[in-house]
T-cell receptor, first 112, second 114 residues
Framework: DQQVKQNSPSLSVQEGRISILNCDYTNSMFDYFLWYKKYPAEGPTFLIS?????DKNEDGRFTVFLNKSAKHLSLHIVPSQPGDSAVYFC???????????FGTGTSLTVIP | GAGVSQSPSNKVTEKGKDVELRCDPISGHTALYWYRQSLGQGLEFLIYFQGNSAPDKSGLPSDRFSAERTGGSVSTLTIQRTQQEDSAVYLC????????????FGSGTRLTVV
């Protein structure tokens, strides 16, 4: 049972434009959310996170928005750069848990 | 080392054989996790080690899978009598403690069972 879902397997965006990656979750007990970025042949690397007490967290070009009532979060990348081309995984965790639940990933291609 | 190291990077094995996958976490990281990613799937939790505590094995898919962590450092994931559905990328991650989010992943071992 997939508790974290990324319904768009791929996304293409022109360089300089905004990339929006979406993620939905089913478990209302999740209270911490992360985005990871993965390049081919490498392990995922941590990108940005957000706690359930916030609805927005910003780090440079990356902003994560959390809508708890809709059980939805999104990652915005502005402006998008070709080096942002990678697979992006959304992950969620319960405070008392030992593991993250990951989505299936969205492959972002930023076109120069 | 500077990062989480996994070996081998690629492994092709015949169905029915046993395989061992190795993970060297970042020095001093007490928490170690094994995940796997099958084609078209998200990262699937397998097992979690925290210090000297009993590991959380709740994600292991069958009794053919086992893992050890010796001396609180290096971990070995063993798959016995491999099946084709075991083919996946096996990822190891470590973190300073279970309270620290955003762990560091290794680059993974791609296992192919033929």
């Amino acid at each position: 049972d997939q508790q974290v879902k990324q319904n768009s397997p791929s996304l293409s965006v022109q360089e300089g434009r905004i990339s929006i990656l979406n993620c939905d979750y089913t478990n209302s007990m999740f209270d911490y959310f992360l985005w990871y970025k993965k390049y081919p042949a490498e392990g995922p690397t941590f990108l940005i996170s957000i706690s359930s007490i916030k609805d927005k967290n910003e780090d440079g070009r990356f902003t994560v928005f959390l809508n708890k009532s809709a059980k939805h979060l999104s990652l915005h990348i502005v402006p998008s750069q070709p080096g942002d081309s990678a697979v992006y995984f959304c992950a969620a965790e319960r405070h008392t848990g030992n593991q993250f639940y990951f989505g299936t990933g969205t492959s972002l291609t930023v076109i120069p | 080392g500077a990062g989480v190291s996994q070996s081998p990077s690629n492994k092709v094995t015949e169905k029915g054989k046993d395989v061992e996958l190795r993970c060297d976490p970042i020095s001093g990281h007490t928490a170690l996790y094994w995940y796997r990613q099958s084609l078209g799937q998200g990262l699937e939790f397998l097992i979690y080690f925290q210090g000297n505590s009993a590991p959380d094995k709740s994600g292991l898919p069958s009794d053919r899978f086992s893992a050890e962590r010796t001396g609180g450092s290096v971990s070995t994931l063993t798959i016995q009598r491999t099946q084709q559905e075991d083919s996946a990328v096996y990822l190891c991650a470590s973190s300073p403690s279970w309270l620290t989010w955003g762990y560091t992943f290794g680059s993974g071992t791609r296992l192919t069972v033929v």
